[in-house]
T-cell receptor, first 114, second 116 residues
Framework: TQLLEQSPQFLSIQEGENLTVYCNSSSVFSSLQWYRQEPGEGPVLLVTVVTGGEVKKLKRLTFQFGDARKDSSLHITAAQPGDTGLYLCAGTGYSGAGSYQLTFGKGTKLSVIP | ETGVTQTPRHLVMGMTNKKSLKCEQHLGHNAMYWYKQSAKKPLELMFVYNFKEQTENNSVPSRFSPECPNSSHLFLHLHTLQPEDSALYLC???????????????FGEGSWLTVV
């Protein structure tokens, strides 16, 4: 069974601060996705990373895939209230017999206070 | 607008009712999924359909019955549910071939279900 641990579970910060959210596993993933989910809505895909060491930027958000493809981080610069939401990481890993499975972390609930 | 549309967005039903959740995807994908999201739990995969065939049933109780008439539509039929089944039910789709190669999935906005 592949597990993804996200930390921190909850994060409350002031507008303008920087933050980093982590997604860790002992398993190797072929790709990893980050989603943001607002209350009452479905998760919205932010980014997919596939190469070890890959860094992708989306405005103030920077995503990094670990060299060994077992972990990832999301860094937000100068957080805004609009960044508030649940951030989910999901990893695609080989589960044997030619099939893959998608594993979700429990999420990091971010609150940005104006 | 993610290309995956779920209806209804909110549903309240009694334990003896029969209702259905509907999902439609406009992305040309071949795989569709039902997930359950409860408070304080990770997303739970319920069912996977690949090219209209059910390829995964994650030990879901029989009071949840999926139906996939074609690659663009997915239903979840609900019958004699329990209050603990109240949750956000998310439909998703991906461009996935029969070998289940794990492409990125795209979610609908979810259907909030309350069982009373």
């Amino acid at each position: 069974t592949q597990l993804l641990e996200q930390s921190p579970q909850f994060l409350s910060i002031q507008e303008g601060e920087n933050l980093t959210v982590y997604c860790n596993s002992s398993s190797v993933f072929s790709s990893l996705q980050w989603y943001r989910q607002e209350p009452g809505e479905g998760p919205v895909l932010l980014v997919t990373v596939v190469t070890g060491g890959e860094v992708k930027k989306l405005k103030r958000l920077t995503f990094q895939f670990g060299d060994a493809r077992k972990d990832s981080s999301l860094h937000i610069t100068a957080a805004q209230p609009g960044d508030t939401g649940l951030y989910l990481c999901a990893g695609t890993g080989y589960s044997g017999a030619g099939s893959y499975q998608l594993t979700f972390g429990k999420g990091t609930k971010l609150s940005v206070i104006p | 607008e993610t290309g995956v549309t779920q209806t209804p967005r909110h549903l309240v039903m009694g334990m003896t009712n029969k209702k259905s959740l509907k999902c439609e995807q406009h992305l040309g994908h071949n795989a569709m999924y039902w997930y359950k999201q409860s408070a304080k739990k990770p997303l739970e995969l319920m069912f996977v359909y690949n090219f209209k065939e059910q390829t995964e049933n994650n030990s879901v109780p029989s009071r949840f019955s999926p139906e996939c008439p074609n690659s663009s539509h997915l239903f979840l039929h609900l019958h004699t549910l329990q209050p603990e089944d109240s949750a956000l039910y998310l439909c998703a789709s991906s461009a996935q071939d029969r070998r289940n190669s794990g492409n990125t999935i795209y979610f609908g906005e979810g259907s909030w279900l309350t069982v009373v």
